[in-house]
């Protein structure tokens, strides 16, 4: 029995012209409730602002809910879209862009047999002494069953929604038409960079032969680290849509809240430790801190790292700067800051001085409590709350809607993402201490 919070399967639209349609259905039906809700208003003698009309209750659920069941790049962006630009768009975009993080429906079971057949051949059944249809987790881009292959390999099998490699170009423009139709996004904002970025992510994502070879890489990196686990590629059964790797025994990551303090600690001191690895000694990062990409294996202690679709090499340049940076501000150097500030893209060189000086002052925000000796408490602290207060406050003004470069925005988004998981845990760490070790000359 299917159980009552698991989201129906709905089959995913994979062709071009009923996907279009759907974007056309949902436009028309967000214009016709501005329209009806518009008369409504000046007939009892409001000036209604369209943002206002467009961003109801009802319009953020039909616009929600249709994204949701497209799924693919047309769900995805929206969730790009709300953790990489969330600074600069309106708080009620973000709201409801943000609410696409959440689990998406699954497929029916009839389209996950098209779909692997498609990728198995016919008699792809025979390989397996259980296959369950139901899945244990889907997102965006596709779904995760448990599966039992006939040689006894315990295997978690990604399959793709159909359609979803096709549709991305089309989604993402589409997408962004919706954005701009709300008004909220001030002409003068370029999103072409950041909606180009999110195309070529979404088609690299889409590539499960590419993030088979990228968990087949870390597991590699990682293979000597007792306290981290990465599960291990069946290159025989992945393809280009399918991607089967080992089925890890494991519990979410924000189970832990309930866990001792120490392990608490433990944990994101570990997942601090290695993101810094990642930029510094690999070059190479998983850049999506979704906290579904992390999981925990009780009876070890492993922090179970999953989903390496977003990885994404940086250049020893910008490593290179953004240790420098973290060095300067540790030391207290504003000169150095400010230089490395501007050099790493946090602003542009045209920027009016008071602009200047507030993102300094968000910089210093962060470094302050970092040089002080001791542990950081995520779980008292307000630094999110005063960032994001100064954030909206310099935002407030339109002359300054900058988006940085698509680097510092992938940089962003996994920093804050361990910020937001160490903040759900209620972690203690000596933070000053870890990255002065991780800034520190090998040896």
Do not use: C
Not at 300 to 308: H, T
Not at 314 to 328: E, M
Request: charged share 20%.
């Amino acid at each position: 029995m299917e159980r009552p919070d698991r989201p129906k399967g709905i089959a995913v639209p994979s062709g071009r012209l009923p996907r279009l349609a759907r974007f056309g259905g949902l436009a028309g039906r967000i214009a016709g409730d501005v329209l009806v809700q518009g008369a409504r208003q000046f007939a009892s003698g409001k000036r209604p602002r369209l943002a206002d009309l467009i961003l109801t209750p009802s319009n953020a659920l039909t616009l929600t809910n249709q994204l949701a069941q497209l799924r693919g790049a047309a769900m995805k962006v929206g969730q790009l879209i709300s953790m990489d630009a969330g600074e600069m768009l309106p708080p009620e975009l973000v709201e409801i862009m943000a609410r696409l993080r959440s689990d998406a429906h699954p497929m029916p079971p009839a389209q996950l047999k098209t779909v692997l057949t498609a990728n198995w051949g016919a008699d792809w059944l025979r390989r397996f002494q259980s296959f369950d249809v139901r899945p244990i987790a889907a997102a965006s881009i596709g779904q995760v069953h448990r599966a039992l292959t006939r040689d006894g390999r315990d295997l978690a099998i990604k399959v793709q929604y159909p359609g979803v490699r096709d549709s991305i170009d089309a989604d993402v423009s589409n997408v962004a038409t919706l954005i701009r139709m709300s008004g909220l996004v001030p002409k003068s904002l370029d999103l072409a960079p950041l909606l180009d970025e999110a195309r070529r992510q979404l088609h690299e994502e889409a590539d499960y032969l590419r993030e088979g070879a990228h968990l087949h890489h870390f597991h590699a990196l990682l293979g000597g680290a007792e306290e981290y686990l990465v599960p291990d590629l069946h290159p025989d059964l992945t393809t280009g849509s399918v991607l089967a790797m080992g089925f890890v025994d494991s519990v979410p990551i924000e189970s832990l809240i309930t866990a001792p303090q120490a392990e608490r600690d433990r944990v994101i001191a570990l997942l601090l430790r290695l993101m810094l690895r990642e930029l510094f000694d690999f070059g190479l990062m998983q850049t999506d801190p979704n906290f579904a990409n992390y999981r925990y294996e009780r009876g070890s202690g492993r922090v179970v790292l999953l989903d390496f679709g977003a990885t994404r090499p940086f250049a020893p340049a910008v490593a290179k700067a953004y240790r420098a940076l973290l060095a300067a501000g540790l030391a207290g150097d504003a000169g150095a800051v400010e230089a490395l500030a501007l050099q790493l893209g946090f602003y542009p060189d045209t920027v009016a001085p008071k602009h200047r000086q507030a993102i300094l002052a968000m910089i210093e925000m962060i470094f302050h409590p970092l040089r002080a000796p001791g542990v950081f408490d995520f779980g008292t602290t307000d630094l999110a709350i005063r960032l994001r207060d100064a954030g909206m406050q310099m935002n407030a003004d339109r002359d300054f809607w900058h988006v940085p470069p698509v680097d510092m925005l992938f940089l962003q988004r996994k920093f804050g993402g361990m910020y937001l998981l160490a903040s759900r845990l209620k972690a203690r760490v000596e933070v000053a201490t870890l990255l002065r070790a991780a800034l520190a000359p090998a040896g």
